[in-house]
């Protein structure tokens, strides 16, 4: 069974740095995307960052310059570099992966303080 475990999430100041994990685990032949969303109660959910299997990025124009998202197929990680953090980024992220059926993630807090 394919399951994907995210790990870097935490407490933070504004203008400080996170970074994100998400590996894939289980029989897997191949993933095409992965990325991230985000998600806080009450809010619509909002794609943050997303990578093909070949690098290419797309990313929310609000993380723009300041998040980079990276993959690592040997590993069947996807990472996400998180800078210059501000409140307004404190939400639920979750990871997915096409692999290829849209697989996701438990989701890990993100808290930025002012």
């Known amino acids: 069974q394919v399951q994907l475990v995210e790990s870097g999430g935490g407490l933070v100041q504004a203008g400080g740095s996170l970074r994100l994990s998400c590996a894939a685990s289980g029989i897997i032949f191949g993933i095409d995307a992965m990325g991230w969303y985000r998600q806080a109660p009450g809010k619509q959910r909002e794609l943050v960052a997303e990578?093909?299997?070949?690098?290419?990025?797309n990313y929310a124009d609000s993380v723009k310059g300041r998040f980079t998202i990276s993959r690592d197929n040997a590993k069947n990680t996807v990472y996400l570099q998180m800078n210059s953090l501000k409140p307004e980024d404190t939400d639920v992220y979750v990871c997915?992966?096409?692999?290829?059926?849209?697989?996701w993630g438990q989701g890990t807090q993100v808290t930025v303080s002012s």
């Open positions: 990578i093909t299997r070949r690098g290419s990025t």
């Open positions: 997915y992966a096409d692999i290829p059926v849209r697989r």
